[in-house]
């Protein structure tokens, strides 16, 4: 089963933030919205993991 990612750089944010985060799906949200709301000043948890439920990429194969 694949990985999903998170990459800060899709994110509509104007820190500049390069962080990407990835892993099973519901480990990346958990993760990606306490970044949101710890480093980004996001205050409200339900809007970002449904914006993270839409934006979510695929992790690209190693090796491929
Ligand atoms: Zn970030």
Redesign the pocket.
């Known amino acids: 089963m694949g990985r999903r990612v998170a990459d800060?750089r899709d994110?509509p944010?104007e820190?500049g933030?390069t962080?990407t985060i990835s892993g099973e799906e519901d480990e990346v949200i958990v993760a990606a919205t306490h970044?949101a709301m710890t480093?980004?000043g996001h205050e409200d948890a339900e809007e970002v993991r449904t914006w993270l439920r839409g934006n979510l990429k695929d992790e690209a194969p190693l090796g491929a």
Request: hydrophobic share 35%; charged share 0%.
């Open positions: 800060c994110f944010s820190s933030c962080l970044h480093v980004h």
